[in-house]
């Protein structure tokens, strides 16, 4: 089939054993994207793609962060949505008691409330240092800049993330996406975006392509609606059963280079 654009998940799709670009997939992304553009879709926030951008020799294609609440093109930003911010003033409230971490992001700001074991891991994971600083004190800032976040990550003990998500599916199920990545994580979102959104308002508006010549590469159920959405949509081996019942092809496990094999065997210029 003759692709003209290719998006990509990161974590659980494209990344090796060490959370990095193997040379392979490196060494294959780098050949089709001569012809086409090839563009990565991740949770992650901007400083946690733009080294894996460099090293692929895409950073001139847009980047879409945050699951599509942040597009940016050529660093500007294109298009973005963010979560009310009277909503985090009550998340914050409700978790005076159990005090699970959350981490808020604004485009390329990430605040933690303490440097703890999750805000470690996720330093570890994206290879990018947050700013230690209240939660409260990141509120009374946005407000003041009439700023939000376009993701808040919650991580904590089973229990108190289970309280927390029962909260917030009560009061805000229409507002938000709440995405249990784990069962000690939950990755929230205004509810109006997705991959399948942002991907959308790229065709549309960037590139002039149709999306029945797209490819996507997932693993998670944040992927699903991509993978329906394009022309070919690919799980990784890895994937959650949900996505790769919805996939027109399964490759490799991400660890072991599935997107750059699907590339080798089926993208040829």
């Known amino acids: 089939m003759g692709y003209t654009i290719a998006f990509s998940d990161v974590d659980g799709t494209l990344l090796d054993h060490n959370r990095e670009l ?13 012809h086409i553009p090839f563009v990565l879709i991740s949770s992650r926030m901007p400083s946690a793609m733009s080294h894996l951008q ?16 942040l ?16 909503i985090i003033e009550e998340l914050i409230d409700f978790n ?9 992001y604004h485009n390329d700001e990430w605040y933690v409330p303490q440097d703890d074991f999750w805000a470690n891991r996720e ?3 994206t290879k990018v240092t947050p700013t230690i600083k209240a939660n409260h004190i990141v509120l009374q800032e946005w407000k003041q800049k009439h700023k939000s976040a376009h993701k808040i990550m919650c991580m904590g ?11 917030m ?3 805000f199920s229409t507002e938000l996406h709440l995405y249990r990545s784990k069962p000690t994580y939950i990755e929230i979102a205004e509810k109006s975006i997705s991959k399948k959104t942002a991907i959308q308002h790229l065709l549309d508006q960037h590139f002039n392509l149709k999306v029945e010549d797209a490819v996507a590469f997932g693993d998670n159920y944040n992927d699903i609606e991509m993978i329906q959405f394009a022309g070919t949509g690919v799980a990784v081996k890895n994937a959650k059963p949900e996505t790769i019942a919805v996939a027109d092809y399964v490759t490799a496990n991400g660890k072991e280079d599935g997107v750059a094999e699907f590339i080798n065997k089926h993208i040829i210029f």
């Open 22 to 34: 193997s040379a392979y997939t490196i060494a294959e992304i780098k050949r089709i994207s001569q």
């Open 54 to 69: 460099k090293s692929l020799g895409i950073e001139d294609t847009p980047l879409i962060c945050y699951n599509g609440g």
């Open 71 to 86: 597009i940016l093109i050529n660093g500007q930003v294109a298009q973005s949505t963010t979560i009310p911010i009277q």
């Open 96 to 104: 005076t008691k159990d005090q699970v971490h959350l981490s808020l």
């Open 123 to 125: 330093r570890q994971n």
């Open 157 to 167: 003990e089973e229990s108190a993330i289970d309280r927390l998500y029962d909260f």
């Open 169 to 171: 599916e009560k009061n």
